[in-house]
T-cell receptor
Framework: GAVVSQHPSWVICKSGTSVKIECRSLDFQATTMFWYRQFPKQSLMLMATSNEGSKATYEQGVEKDKFLINHASLTLSTLTVTSAHPEDSSFYIC????????????FGPGTRLTVL | DQQVKQNSPSLSVQEGRISILNCDYTNSMFDYFLWYKKYPAEGPTFLISISSIKDKNEDGRFTVFLNKSAKHLSLHIVPSQPGDSAVYFCAASDAGNNRKLIWGLGTSLAVNP
């Protein structure tokens, strides 16, 4: 099956620093990648949708200057949390769709971000 | 406004019995529905999907039923196994929305040995 990896799997940082999370599709070309965050005992919240080579589309209420998304290639998308604050602590998950069944998303294992 | 609703936050089933997880939706434009399984601190794993042109899709122990008139779908797991214990998310999409998935809040399934 299609494999999506994320790096790092967990990160702890100080308030005010920036953190970059990578999402890679390992065995397929991801035309579209999605970034989600999940708070404890809540559903997945879509943050943004990115298509390779174009600007990401952010969901309402998500600050695009705070959550920078780059989808520079068909196998890599990055999410940078700039000037992180404790309220940004969450579980961030990426997913990707290929050129096959584009409704089926393949998820990465997630990244646990803790901002002190 | 929750467009995809999973009204049961949790479900407990005995091993070997059937697990039935329910999902309701409000948007009649949804034409594709998916079920994902999620363990704590991991990303969701795709389980099974169904297109709105079908009313049933089966894959091994997993069957999804779709009732479009009732805007309701259900996931049946038969027989249930302890390894099935996880949170199950229902998601829906429509062709005109950039493949964006709309998620339910999930149902936590516990299969007891």
């Amino acid at each position: 099956g299609a494999v999506v990896s994320q790096h790092p799997s967990w990160v702890i940082c100080k308030s005010g620093t920036s953190v970059k999370i990578e999402c890679r599709s390992l065995d397929f070309q991801a035309t579209t990648m999605f970034w989600y965050r999940q708070f404890p005992k809540q559903s997945l919240m879509l943050m943004a949708t990115s298509n390779e080579g174009s600007k990401a589309t952010y969901e309402q209420g998500v600050e695009k200057d705070k959550f920078l998304i780059n989808h520079a290639s068909l196998t890599l998308s990055t999410l940078t949390v700039t000037s992180a604050h404790p309220e940004d602590s969450s579980f961030y998950i990426c997913s990707a769709t290929g050129t096959g069944n584009r409704d089926e998303q393949f998820f990465g294992p997630g990244t646990r971000l803790t901002v002190l | 406004d929750q467009q995809v609703k999973q009204n049961s936050p949790s479900l407990s089933v005995q091993e070997g019995r059937i697990s039935i997880l329910n999902c309701d939706y409000t948007n009649s434009m949804f034409d594709y529905f998916l079920w994902y399984k999620k363990y704590p601190a991991e990303g969701p794993t795709f389980l099974i999907s169904i297109s709105s042109i079908k009313d049933k899709n089966e894959d091994g122990r997993f069957t999804v039923f779709l009732n479009k008139s009732a805007k309701h779908l259900s996931l049946h797991i038969v027989p249930s196994q302890p390894g099935d214990s996880a949170v199950y998310f229902c998601a829906a999409s429509d062709a005109g929305n950039n493949r964006k998935l709309i998620w339910g809040l999930g149902t936590s399934l516990a299969v007891n040995p």
